[in-house]
T-cell receptor, first 109, second 114 residues
Framework: GQNIDQPTEMTATEGAIVQINCTYQ??????LFWYQQHAGEAPTFLSY??LDGLEEKGRFSSFLSRSKGYSYLLLKELQMKDSASYLC??????????WGAGTKLIIKP | DAMVIQNPRYQVTQFGKPVTLSCSQT?????MYWYQQKSSQAPKLLFH???????NEADTPDNFQSRRPNTSFCFLDIRSPGLGDAAMYLC?????????????FGPGTRLTVL
């Protein structure tokens, strides 16, 4: 079967750095997406990785290792508004998005 | 601004009473998706349209139907809602269905079944 694993919940402090991990086992790989979802709202696109390495976009960076089936989302200079769920999703060989259940990130002052 | 719009944002229906949720997009994307998402769970794909071609997920109950009368609009019909159908329903679009095509989501409709 296809599987995406993320921690259920993480807590971090305002101004700090947090890394949210995602491991995957899918039928084929056509890229990995990270989305942010605030409570009661729709997911919004953060990043896309298809090649190994780090993609940096402002305070957010995303890393991919295809050989390890592993990605992480790195959030720097955390702000209270970063409190949200972060969903990892992989496009499989049929270009279907396989979703993780999301990591709920709680930011404390 | 180009966007994905869902109406209504909140819908309350009674057990067994048919309900229709709507989605429209101004992005002129070819692909439209309907997802069901329950609290703290991953979004679950119900079906998607590539242009007029309808693709149903194997485990989507027959109770759920969809229509896409034109490029801009897509509807989700729940014929006989049960208590287990209470969820957030998310509409998404993508330009194409390829590897790099990102899905963009509407704000969602939260369905309550009494």
């Amino acid at each position: 079967g296809q599987n995406i694993d993320q921690p259920t919940e993480m807590t971090a402090t305002e101004g700090a750095i947090v890394q949210i991990n995602c491991t995957y086992q899918t039928s084929g790989f056509n890229g990995l997406f990270w989305y942010q979802q605030h409570a009661g709202e729709a997911p919004t696109f953060l990043s896309y990785n298809v090649l190994d390495g780090l993609e940096e976009k402002g305070r957010f960076s995303s890393f991919l290792s295809r050989s390890k089936g592993y990605s992480y989302l790195l959030l720097k200079e955390l702000q209270m508004k970063d409190s949200a769920s972060y969903l990892c999703a992989v496009k499989d060989s049929n270009y279907q998005l396989i979703w993780g259940a999301g990591t709920k990130l709680i930011i404390k002052p | 601004d180009a966007m994905v719009i869902q109406n209504p944002r909140y819908q309350v229906t009674q057990f067994g009473k048919p309900v229709t949720l709507s989605c429209s997009q101004t992005l002129n994307h070819n692909v439209m998706y309907w997802y069901q998402q329950k609290s703290s769970q991953a979004p679950k794909l119900l079906f998607h349209y590539y242009d007029k071609d309808f693709n149903n997920e194997a485990d989507t109950p027959d109770n759920f139907q969809s229509r896409r009368p034109n490029t801009s609009f897509c509807f989700l019909d729940i014929r006989s809602p049960g208590l287990g159908d209470a969820a957030m329903y998310l509409c998404a679009t993508s330009r194409e269905a390829g590897a790099t095509d990102t899905q963009y989501f509407g704000p969602g409709t939260r369905l309550t079944v009494l």
